[in-house]
């Protein structure tokens, strides 16, 4: 009688045999697998940025043109309502402003007094500069800086003010003599001011009224080459008369002038001079504001 084999041992020695031979080749592959995620190159992808209009707005925060400083933009108002005010097309609405305008600075004497009277009055005002008068010499220039970072406004008069009689021969404007030198001293203000500097209100040397009241024939294109710019043209409906008449008037005398100017209007775009002898318009200055208040206005500035 042959003699039986137990099987059951050889069965368990085998299939033990396939488990270790299974975990041998799961380790081996996982590791070929690993090394190969870390040699391989890197997968680019693409991302597509959507710019919205958030993003928009903040970049252009950085090449948004400035007229004022950020003290300053609580005193502005907009120089398209000015303009109408003073074409007798604004509306009353019971708020009486007074827009104090220097034009002809900067100077070295007069100015720095009036700016020391309109910051002991916490006063802002606009300043129609001339181009020759800011680049005279550095103290000018500081100037120009001074009446910036105080909150003042800052208009464009020209850069030569007329000088030889180059912008109106014949009693004519030369437009395009005219507004080159209107560049010229929108130059002249970004080299001090920093590029990104802009102003839209310009004040004619003698006023645009002068020339309406020359007929002048080429305001027509004057006008079209100023709404191409964006730019406005300012006048004034007072002043004290600091630059014509008796000269020299005293302080008292150039008050006596705004009270006769000033009659019944809410709105009042003053005109005044800070240039070079003009030091009694700086002494009439304290009264002239001690008026305004009086009477009940608050003093803004044009952009």
Known sequence: MKKRINKRPLKISLICSC?????????IIGKSFTKDEVNAEPVIVPITTKVTATTKATNNESTKNFTVNKEGEKYIY?????????NYKGKNDNQKIAFL???DGPSTTVTPKVLDILKENNVKATFFLVGQNIEANEKSKELVKREFNEGHAIGNHTYNHNEHNSLFPNNKINVPIFMNDVKKNDNALKNILGQDFSTRILRVPG?????????????PEFDAKLKERNMISLDWNAEIKDAEGKP???????LNVLKEEVGTQEKLVILMHDTYGKMQ????????????????YEFRTIK
């Open 248 to 254: 020299n008037k005293t302080p008292h005398e150039l």
């Open 207 to 219: 006023g645009y009224m002068s020339r309406a009241y020359y007929r002048d024939p080429n305001l």
């Open 19 to 27: 488990i270790f031979l299974i975990l041998i080749g799961t380790i």
């Open 281 to 296: 318009t700086a002494n009439a200055l304290p009264q002239i504001i001690e008026y305004l208040k009086g009477k009940g």
């Open 101 to 103: 305008t220097f034009d």
């Open 78 to 86: 907009d120089a398209t309502k000015v303009s109408a005010i003073l």
